[in-house]
């Protein structure tokens, strides 16, 4: 980007911003909740071997941070693919990236200085191009919260089969059922069923 991006304007601050992030190949795209890990003005992902977005980002060096308060994405993006109809392809300088069309806002990121380990890909996060759909003002919801913890424990469940991670879901279905509204209600079911 010629003039440089606060990232602050895009709602991603220090530490580990939960956004669902979008890859392509080719024509095929992917969603999937990733963290975006910032360093003062340094940007990162993590991401660990067997997923579709590490497959995608080794391929295409691009990503895209979408943020969204919608509890129904991070558990369907976590847990299987999403439809078509949620993406949007953008061109911009001749590179074709994918977004999520109810994203609050995006940044699409190009990756470099990627470090491979066994375990997962490492990448430095430049960006490319952003873009502030609709910006919703929101009082923190702990049911929203909930609904990622309770996303986070259930893939360590689904990678271990350990009694401990359904114990957590567990609790925080509690907070989802004490704090959340409807969608975040609707989203934990989803969550069980897909166990
Ligand atoms: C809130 C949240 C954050 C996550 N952050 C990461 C991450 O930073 N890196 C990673 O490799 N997986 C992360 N995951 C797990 C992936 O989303 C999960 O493995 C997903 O199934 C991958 O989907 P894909 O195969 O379509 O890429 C996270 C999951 C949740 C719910």
């Not at 953008?90 to 990627?114: M, P």
Request: charged share 25%; with cysteine; aromatic share 10%.
């Amino acid at each position: 980007m010629k003039r440089k991006l606060n990232l602050d304007d895009y709602g991603i601050y220090e530490g580990i911003s939960e956004t669902v992030v979008t890859t392509n190949r080719g024509w095929t795209s992917n969603a999937a909740p990733m963290g975006i890990i910032r360093k003062k003005e340094k940007l990162f992902a993590r991401l660990f071997k067997g997923s579709t977005t590490y497959d995608n980002v080794l391929s295409e060096k691009i990503l895209v941070a979408n943020t969204t308060w919608d509890p129904r994405i991070f558990v369907n993006s976590t847990f299987s693919d999403l439809d078509d109809d949620y993406f949007e392809n953008i061109t911009f300088n001749g590179r074709t990236f994918v977004t999520l069309k109810k994203a609050q806002c995006w940044v699409a990121f190009e990756c470099t200085n990627n470090k491979l380990t066994s375990e997962s890909l490492v990448t430095e996060l430049v960006p490319i191009k952003a873009r502030i759909n609709r910006c919703s003002i929101r009082a923190p919801n702990r049911g929203l919260f909930g609904v990622i913890e309770a996303c986070i424990h259930a893939t360590r469940y689904q990678l271990t089969g350990e009694e401990k991670y359904l114990r957590l879901i567990k609790a925080y279905g509690d907070i989802v059922d004490k704090c959340g509204g409807e969608l975040e209600k609707e989203s934990m079911k989803l969550l069980y069923a897909y166990l």
